[in-house]
């Protein structure tokens, strides 16, 4: 029998009119907008992005390519912050019931609902601007339409509505790398798609790793994650299942001729690392395994991804 949802955390009164701002109250308002943008989240797009910026230019970029770079890293990041941050507008409900989220402004009520959309359309804004004038239409549009997706489609509609969530949703989380690859040639070339397919199929092995020591969170939110959904023993199946599809799909750039021995060395490692999680996760299940694996996964995308970089210079 699941437990009774926990009750949703009492919102923080306001300071009363013309109340002396105590010492460092600043600092903590700009901390908890910050807060909304998923830092961890957002630096890992960011990274990916990069990816697909630098693998687009032939050689070193000269110095005007090194700017452009950062002017399209600053305009996703800033979207991206504002997808979060809506995010946590819309689920803060859910987060107040979560342990992993509960800590959240919104959750707490430390930052309102207006507070947070106003800093999400801000965010959005700006990063929108930035991308259109410094760096190109094309690149703008991409990635207003990932905001949409990721902020709309996933969030609001797909979330609380299919188990299937995290798989049709992750098309959203998979489009930095097809971000950076526009914002340097203007265009979404098969070398950009071949990156999002590899974040497309890593999604689900990593998200469902999360969701399954996690899931009496998920129980109490009431969102139909798929270990609520289908057990325990179904989802551990599909996380290993999942991590045979990701390793054929990591072997992708190699066999398109995007990157040389130096990759493919590193991708059958780190997919055979992650293939061996997603077995011993199926065989013999623990929260602490789940943990490792969830981690591991992580680690996995960013060294994949980092090999990537590391056959485009040397080789």
């Known amino acids: 029998m699941s437990a009774a949802p926990a009750p949703a955390p009492a919102p923080v009164p306001p300071a ?11 600092p903590s308002r700009l901390a908890q907008f910050y807060a909304l943008t998923k830092p961890r989240v957002v630096q890992l797009i960011v990274f990916c992005a990069f990816i697909g910026m630098v693998l687009a230019v032939p050689g070193l ?6 700017l452009e770079m950062a002017i399209a890293s600053a305009g996703i990041w800033l979207v991206a912050g504002a997808a979060a941050a809506f995010n946590c507008l819309v689920e803060r409900g859910i987060d107040a019931r979560m ?11 430390e930052l309102s609902g207006g507070q947070a959309l106003a800093f999400s359309a801000l965010l959005c804004a700006a990063g929108s601007a930035l991308l259109y004038v410094l760096v190109n239409p094309m690149t703008m549009w991409l990635t207003f339409a990932t905001f949409v997706g990721y902020a709309v489609i996933y969030t609001v509609i797909l979330k609380p509505l299919t188990p299937q969530n995290i ?20 265009e979404v070339g098969p070398e950009a798609l071949i990156l999002f397919l590899i974040i497309f ?26 270990p609520v959904t289908h057990g325990n023993e179904f989802t551990r199946l599909q996380v290993f299942l999942y991590t045979l599809i990701l390793f054929a799909g990591c072997l992708m750039p190699f066999i398109y001729g995007m990157s ?11 997919s055979l690392g992650f293939c061996a999680y997603g ?16 981690r591991f996964s992580l680690i996995h995308l960013s060294a994949l991804f980092a090999a990537l970089l590391v056959d485009h210079y040397v080789l």
């Not at 959240?104 to 009520?109: E, K, N, V």
């Not at 798989?167 to 040639?185: E, F, N, Q, R």
């Open 99 to 109: 342990k992993r989220t509960a800590w959240r402004p919104t959750a707490r009520g």
């Open 201 to 226: 199929l890593w999604t689900p092995p990593h998200f469902w790793a999360l969701a399954l020591y996690r899931v009496e969170d998920y129980r109490k939110s009431g969102l139909p994650m798929l």
């Open 167 to 186: 798989v049709i949703g992750g098309a959203s989380g998979a489009m930095p790398p097809v971000l950076g690859w526009a914002a340097m040639t203007g």
């Open 61 to 66: 970029p000269s110095a005007r390519q090194w």
């Open 260 to 270: 040389s021995w130096i990759y493919l060395a590193a991708a059958v490692l780190l």
């Open 279 to 294: 077995f011993a996760l199926w065989r013999h299940y623990s929260d602490q395994l789940a943990r490792k694996t969830f």
């Open 16 to 26: 009363p009119a013309g109340a002396a701002r105590p010492a460092g109250a600043l």
